[in-house]
DNA sequence: TCTGGGGTCCTAGGACCC
DNA sequence: TCTGGGGTCCTAGGACCC
């Protein structure tokens, strides 16, 4: 464990909303929603003055409109957010090559090789929210502490546009006074079944026996416990592989004709199974999940005997499960969002070796198998790639691009493969 | 008038193997 | 004829994060 309070975790400023404030200053000082509307949608992010009436990133569109009745609700300025949000790492990068990205704007470093160039942590975390607010014009508020779970709860407190430092020995003071929720890992349903125990704060809950919580709330509740005992062995690790590629498509309320689930399904594997190829990866795993009226929602998954990234071949074993799950409902329900991922990923050997399907086997007359549909694949996605996105695709594919997100707002979300 | 899109990790039961 | 114990994989669901 480091000696000092050499993690930091820098995290800008209302992002999004953020950004368009920047880029438009007649929205500066003023409540904004990125996203939604007063009559539907949800709202991606909100301005500090949008939040100061309760208004949340995630939140219908129309109970914003609600509660502040002057939001001004813009479209987001999406292609303009991951080019600024690089720059921001950039300029991480120049304090250490130790820097964690977790998400589009936000990122844990480990400054201890750092201190002897640039001084103790809180002068680090100064001079980077000096450079970002000067080179890129965004406010970031960064904590630091002797973990990475403390140095997030500290950039938490400190925003907005704040600096918060946790100096060794100084932990207890910090952590015991705050609310359970401001810990990493509990979310509203954990946090109400910890106060019906009473549990509050961060020191109700280091006060609290480990054998209770555990049986309470399983194995996280362990390891909650040791997060308030201040017990974090995490590393900063430059990040991972991903482990599962997927894409959704909320729907409004529709009908599921086999016509609809068809041409959503194939513009959905188009997304995830180009994404697998543009890495050569490929899954074995194929879940889909369809959510019904009412938010209730079922998945069903299928572990195929060797990975798949064909667009064809994932489009038919998703229709497939989607049929299955529909079959499961009694009635006919109205269908509001149709998902794909594919998990258990692998490299995907430069000549694809894709098995059938195991039985019973839809194929349909003069479907193109194995290699073909691979050479279709790379061949679209070459075009593609020349041309633009809908130069060519799948005819259900083309036909089914009715509206829904922009790509630009999609990549935002994905990580790097 | 229920609310986006991208992910991670955990649990629990059942199948299957040794 | 019934019986141990451990491990892995698969499936479905759920909490949580940004």
Redesign the pocket.
């Known amino acids: 464990m480091p000696d000092g309070a050499t993690i930091l975790h820098a995290d800008l400023d209302a992002f999004y909303a953020s950004v368009e404030q920047l880029l438009d200053p007649a929205l500066r000082g003023r409540p904004i929603a990125v996203?939604g509307s007063p009559?539907?949608?949800?709202v991606?992010a909100a301005s500090y003055e949008a939040k100061a009436f309760g208004v949340q990133?995630?939140m219908?569109g129309?109970r914003a409109a609600r509660l502040c009745p002057d939001l001004t609700f813009v479209r987001g300025s999406f292609a303009r957010y991951q080019p600024l949000a690089d720059r921001v790492m950039d300029i991480l990068g120049d304090v250490t090559p130790l820097v964690q990205r977790?998400?589009?704007?936000?990122a844990f470093l480990d400054v201890s090789g750092a201190v002897h160039l640039f001084g103790p942590p809180a002068s680090i975390g100064a001079l980077i929210r000096r450079r970002v607010r000067a080179e890129v014009g965004l406010a970031i508020s960064v904590g630091a502490a002797r973990t990475k779970h403390l140095a997030?709860v500290a950039s938490q407190v400190a925003k907005p546009d704040g600096l918060v430092v946790v100096e060794p020995g100084h932990e207890r003071a910090f952590l015991d006074p705050l609310p359970v929720a401001l810990?990493?890992?509990?979310?509203?349903?954990?946090?109400r079944q910890l106060a019906e125990r009473g549990i509050r704060t961060v020191g109700d809950l280091a006060a609290a026996p480990g054998p209770m919580l555990e049986r309470l709330l399983?194995?996280?509740g362990g390891?909650l416990h040791a997060l308030a005992l201040d017990e974090d062995p995490r590393r900063v690790a430059t990040s991972s592989r991903?482990?599962?590629?997927?894409?959704?498509?909320?729907l409004?309320?529709r009908d599921p004709t086999p016509e609809l689930v068809r041409s959503v399904l194939s513009h959905l594997a188009e997304?995830v199974a180009g994404?697998l190829r543009a890495k050569d990866r490929a899954g074995?795993?194929v879940?889909v999940r369809v959510r019904f009226?009412?938010?209730r929602?079922?998945?069903?998954?299928?572990?195929l005997a060797a990975p798949v990234s064909s667009t064809l071949t994932l489009t038919e074993v998703a229709e497939r499960?989607v049929r299955?799950a529909l079959d499961d409902q009694d009635g006919d329900p109205e269908i509001?969002?149709l998902?794909i991922?594919v998990?258990?990923l692998a490299a995907q050997p430069s000549i694809q070796l894709e098995l059938p399907l195991p039985p019973p086997d839809p194929w349909r007359p003069g479907s193109a198998t194995g290699s073909a549909r691979w050479a279709l694949d790379r061949s679209m996605d070459a075009a593609r790639a020349r041309f633009g996105k809908d130069a060519v695709g799948y005819l259900p594919a083309t036909l089914g691009r009715t509206g829904?997100?922009p790509d630009d707002?999609?990549e935002l979300?994905?990580?790097d493969?």
């Open positions: 996203g009559s539907g949608g949800v991606l990133g995630g219908p129309w977790i998400s589009v704007d936000e997030k810990m990493w890992g509990v979310g509203p349903v954990t946090e399983g194995r996280p390891t991903a482990r599962s590629v997927g894409a959704q498509s909320a409004g309320r997304r994404r074995r795993t879940t009226a009412g938010m929602a079922v998945t069903r998954s299928l572990t499960l299955q509001t969002l998902a991922s998990s258990n829904g997100v707002l999609r979300a994905q990580r493969l």
